[in-house]
């Protein structure tokens, strides 16, 4: 398991072993789970936030939270707070037969749940193999980062821990709670060999950034720039359900009226005839 301090510690005593399980924890969301259900909200930086609105706190965030039911690898459902469908899946069942038969090798490449990675003896992820990487996103691009956070760690360990040669840099560590569930914090920036996931929409701003990864399903569920004008965007997301069953009728935009077979079918039997 990733052991830490209950506080955040200077990077000085950050050790080896310890940077080394968080990274793990980073690359290992894509075999922790099927079907998540969660609501989350963006934060644009402190510098461009507006007034805020009557009756909430000063500063407060002007991207409104969306919630989500999302079942790897392609459906996602996004709801307002209010219940107004915004997106939905609507291509779950359609062929695939022109996509397997086109001439480029990625269309050949399997789901990550139908391979096999380099554990480690806390079943963590040290070593990524190729596959079909990538979860349904809504509205922002940052979404695929966030529920599946390898951009943090990189698909493999370096050999050493050199300076700059990790994707990241581990400033401090933490055990944390996040909306109820156990949580590893970090405070970590960038270096030259950062690349986001998605080109142009890093999960991490260009100075350090606190960022909070769940320990059950390995998602980033929190994501706060730290330095300069990107000060105070980031996300906010809470889990709500881990590996519930999800029917396909809940990810088309028109219900197909299936029947949930966990539900009790009565059986009305009409009065005799007199």
């Known amino acids: 398991m990733v052991h830490r301090k209950s506080s955040p510690v200077p990077a000085d005593d950050v050790g080896p072993a310890e940077a080394a399980a968080f990274r793990r924890l980073c690359r290992s969301s894509p075999w922790r789970w099927e079907t998540l259900r969660f609501d989350v909200e963006w934060r644009v930086p402190a510098a461009r936030r507006g007034p805020a609105a009557p009756g909430s706190p000063a500063g407060a965030e002007a991207v409104p939270r969306v919630c989500a039911w999302l079942r790897r690898p392609d459906a996602l459902r996004v709801e307002d707070p209010a219940g107004r469908l915004l997106f939905s899946t609507t291509r ?15 269309s050949w490449l399997l789901p990550p749940r139908l391979t096999t990675p380099v554990y480690d003896d806390d079943g963590l992820v040290r070593r990524r193999p190729e596959a079909a990487y990538g979860d349904p996103v809504f509205a922002d691009p940052r979404w695929a980062a966030m529920l599946d956070p390898v951009e943090l760690a990189g698909n493999a360990p370096v050999p050493l821990e050199f300076p700059f040669s990790n994707v990241v840099e581990i400033h401090a560590l933490a055990d944390g709670v996040h909306a109820g569930r156990p949580c590893v914090e ?6 030259q060999t950062y690349r986001p996931a998605a080109e142009g929409f890093p999960l991490l701003g260009p100075g350090r950034s606190r960022v909070r990864i769940d320990l059950q399903t390995a998602v980033c569920v929190y994501s706060e720039a730290l ?6 965007a980031g996300h906010d997301l809470g889990i709500l359900g881990v590996d519930e069953y999800m029917l396909d009728d809940l990810f088309v935009e028109h219900s197909m009226h299936l029947t949930d077979v966990r539900d009790h079918i009565p059986w009305v039997v009409p009065p005799a005839a007199p």
């Open 186 to 191: 970090a405070v970590v920036s960038p270096n």
């Open 227 to 232: 330095d300069g004008a990107a000060g105070g």
């Open 92 to 106: 779950i069942n359609d062929s695939r037969g022109a996509f397997y038969i086109a001439s480029t090798r990625k």
